[in-house]
């Protein structure tokens, strides 16, 4: 099957962000101020800090998943805040 | 006569697809519980465009054969099990679990290229699995199904299991993975905060649900809610930790919620639930909630195939802001249709989609309340 494009992307395309605590670099977008999408790569899943963390605490029985890094949700709030990430919301038509 | 007269716009968005591949998906597939396929007789069962034969050895391992002899093409599932083997029901030629014809009663040998094809297996937490991959690999160590503590434990009930054949391909029910607005819409259930987390084989989707005003409490219990947390192990197999909350008390269940192809165009879909036993929820009482809990999911899935028995296939699903994340999931899909070579990082990669819905949970509840009140309108008018 040929992969497509997102079509919400060509509008409003995905921005890079940096985590306040770890620096590790992801893609961002917010469509609006409830919703995020976080693209991460191998590099940046490496340096969470958290991650690393939650890892070794789940070493013991059924794997959970990890939910989130609440420095990096920070990190892209704050980031929103000061306009260096836009919400789609607020763009306007 | 009444004829439209306006020239037709020639900026019409047009659905693409592509045909549903031909290829199966690389991985884990639950074939069921391992009590239908465990009493030492045959059984064919229909996967992957083939049809293979699932039996028991005296050894008590569970084998699965291409289901046709290579004499003379009998059918190993009409055949009989001798010992460790399967004998064909045509000329009694025997096929051992590793694919291997082990004897031929009537020749002194076996013709050197007597062997057959064979699917991997794994019995676990009372299910039957079979890893299938078109490259004829073996399992990597690193991709497992999860053991579910819940299925072996006495604590919990027996598994409630329930099987049914749909008729479609099945990237249909992957999409329901992300599809938030259809739970509302199909499922009449009222997400409050949506996550779906894809990474490596594994596609999460988390989800805490409130009560609908709309829908009364089961016999005065006031239900406060669930949280699930649901994730695909694989491209078939989805292990779904469901818990209700209740006013002073929570109520633990899992959830399976899997499939195997049957061809392109069909496939087994099957659900089983286990409940967690306790003091406000003994044996009886349990079992009853696993019956009640099945049935409920049953008649979401019938939902569903209701749409998918007409619903065009479609690659370029034409999106609001509001939608799921469809082109990752599909994306985070397709690395079990290409060679393990050609799986690259943007397939495995995580990513994340996460909606804290108190937005559209706003839109939706003026809905349900729009509903209340026609309904009342109407019991008025009727009454």
Same mark, same amino acid.
């Given at each position: 099957?040929?992969?497509?494009?997102?079509?919400?992307?060509?509008?409003?395309?995905?921005?890079?962000?940096?985590?306040?605590?770890?620096?590790?670099?992801?893609?961002?977008?917010?469509?609006?101020?409830?919703?995020?999408?976080?693209?991460?790569?191998?590099?940046?899943?490496?340096?969470?800090?958290?991650?690393?963390?939650?890892?070794?605490?789940?070493?013991?029985?059924?794997?959970?998943?990890?939910?989130?890094?609440?420095?990096?949700?920070?990190?892209?709030?704050?980031?929103?805040?000061?306009?260096?990430?836009?919400?789609?919301?607020?763009?306007?038509? | 006569?009444?004829?439209?007269?306006?020239?037709?716009?020639?900026?019409?968005?047009?659905?693409?697809?592509?045909?549903?591949?031909?290829?199966?998906?690389?991985?884990?597939?639950?074939?069921?519980?391992?009590?239908?396929?465990?009493?030492?007789?045959?059984?064919?069962?229909?996967?992957?465009?083939?049809?293979?034969?699932?039996?028991?050895?005296?050894?008590?391992?569970?084998?699965?054969?291409?289901?046709?002899?290579?004499?003379?093409?009998?059918?190993?599932?009409?055949?009989?099990?001798?010992?460790?083997?399967?004998?064909?029901?045509?000329?009694?030629?025997?096929?051992?679990?590793?694919?291997?014809?082990?004897?031929?009663?009537?020749?002194?040998?076996?013709?050197?290229?007597?062997?057959?094809?064979?699917?991997?297996?794994?019995?676990?937490?009372?299910?039957?699995?079979?890893?299938?991959?078109?490259?004829?690999?073996?399992?990597?160590?690193?991709?497992?199904?999860?053991?579910?503590?819940?299925?072996?434990?006495?604590?919990?009930?027996?598994?409630?299991?329930?099987?049914?054949?749909?008729?479609?391909?099945?990237?249909?029910?992957?999409?329901?993975?992300?599809?938030?607005?259809?739970?509302?819409?199909?499922?009449?259930?009222?997400?409050?905060?949506?996550?779906?987390?894809?990474?490596?084989?594994?596609?999460?989707?988390?989800?805490?649900?409130?009560?609908?005003?709309?829908?009364?409490?089961?016999?005065?219990?006031?239900?406060?809610?669930?949280?699930?947390?649901?994730?695909?192990?694989?491209?078939?197999?989805?292990?779904?930790?469901?818990?209700?909350?209740?006013?002073?008390?929570? +109520?633990?269940?899992?959830?399976?919620?899997?499939?195997?192809? !049957? *061809?392109?165009?069909?496939? =087994?879909?099957?659900? %089983?639930? &286990?409940?967690?036993?306790?003091?406000?929820?003994?044996?009886?009482?349990?079992?009853?909630?696993?019956?009640?809990?099945?049935?409920?999911?049953?008649?979401?899935?019938? +939902?569903?195939?209701?749409?998918?028995?007409?619903?065009?296939? !479609? *690659?370029?699903?034409?999106? =609001?802001?509001?939608? %799921?994340? &469809?082109?990752?999931?599909?994306?985070?899909?397709?690395?079990?249709?290409?060679?393990?070579?050609?799986?690259?990082?943007?397939?495995?990669?995580?990513?994340?989609?996460?909606?804290?819905?108190?937005?559209?949970?706003?839109?939706?509840?003026?809905?349900?309340?729009?509903?209340?009140?026609?309904?009342?309108?109407?019991?008025?008018?009727?009454?």
């Amino acid at each position: 099957m040929t992969l497509r494009p997102d079509n919400r992307l060509a509008d409003v395309p995905m921005t890079p962000i940096r985590c306040g605590r770890c620096a590790s670099r992801v893609l961002v977008r917010k469509s609006s101020w409830d919703q995020t999408s976080v693209q991460w790569d191998a590099a940046a899943v490496q340096g969470c800090a958290e991650r690393s963390h939650a890892e070794r605490v789940a070493a013991r029985g059924r794997p959970e998943p990890f939910l989130a890094c609440s420095a990096l949700s920070e990190s892209i709030v704050e980031a929103a805040r000061h306009g260096e990430l836009k919400v789609v919301d607020d763009v306007g038509p | 006569m009444l004829m439209s007269t306006e020239s037709l716009p020639d900026d019409v968005r047009l659905i693409e697809a592509d045909a549903a591949p031909t290829r199966f998906a690389r991985g884990w597939h639950c074939l069921g519980l391992t009590r239908d396929f465990g009493d030492g007789k045959p059984h064919a069962v229909r996967a992957f465009g083939q049809k293979l034969v699932v039996f028991r050895g005296a050894d008590d391992a569970i084998n699965v054969l291409d289901g046709y002899c290579r004499h003379m093409g009998g059918d190993l599932s009409q055949g009989q099990v001798k010992g460790n083997e399967i004998a064909c029901p045509f000329h009694d030629w025997r096929w051992g679990g590793d694919g291997r014809c082990k004897n031929v009663p009537y020749s002194k040998r076996v013709p050197r290229l007597a062997r057959t094809a064979t699917w991997p297996t794994l019995e676990q937490d009372g299910m039957l699995f079979v890893w299938n991959d078109p490259e004829r690999k073996p399992p990597p160590t690193d991709v497992t199904i999860p053991r579910i503590d819940g299925a072996t434990s006495t604590d919990w009930t027996d598994w409630h299991w329930y099987t049914t054949v749909v008729n479609t391909n099945c990237r249909e029910i992957i999409d329901n993975v992300v599809d938030m607005a259809h739970f509302f819409y199909i499922h009449g259930s009222l997400p409050t905060h949506f996550k779906n987390i894809f990474e490596g084989h594994v596609a999460t989707q988390y989800m805490k649900s409130g009560a609908r005003p709309d829908i009364p409490d089961p016999e005065g219990v006031k239900m406060l809610g669930t949280t699930s947390l649901a994730s695909y192990h694989g491209p078939s197999f989805m292990i779904d930790d469901l818990t209700y909350h209740y006013e002073g008390a929570d +109520q633990r269940t899992v959830l399976i919620n899997c499939h195997y192809p !049957i *061809d392109a165009n069909s496939f =087994v879909l099957q659900y %089983g639930i &286990v409940v967690e036993k306790s003091e406000y929820l003994p044996e009886e009482q349990a079992i009853q909630t696993a019956v009640a809990l099945g049935d409920f999911v049953k008649m979401g899935f019938e +939902q569903d195939v209701e749409i998918w028995r007409s619903k065009a296939r !479609i *690659d370029n699903p034409l999106l =609001v802001e509001e939608d %799921g994340p &469809v082109y990752q999931l599909r994306r985070w899909y397709e690395q079990f249709y290409v060679d393990v070579a050609d799986v690259s990082s943007d397939m495995v990669d995580r990513f994340e989609f996460e909606l804290d819905t108190t937005r559209p949970g706003e839109a939706w509840m003026k809905e349900i309340e729009d509903g209340m009140a026609a309904r009342a309108a109407l019991a008025e008018t009727v009454g």
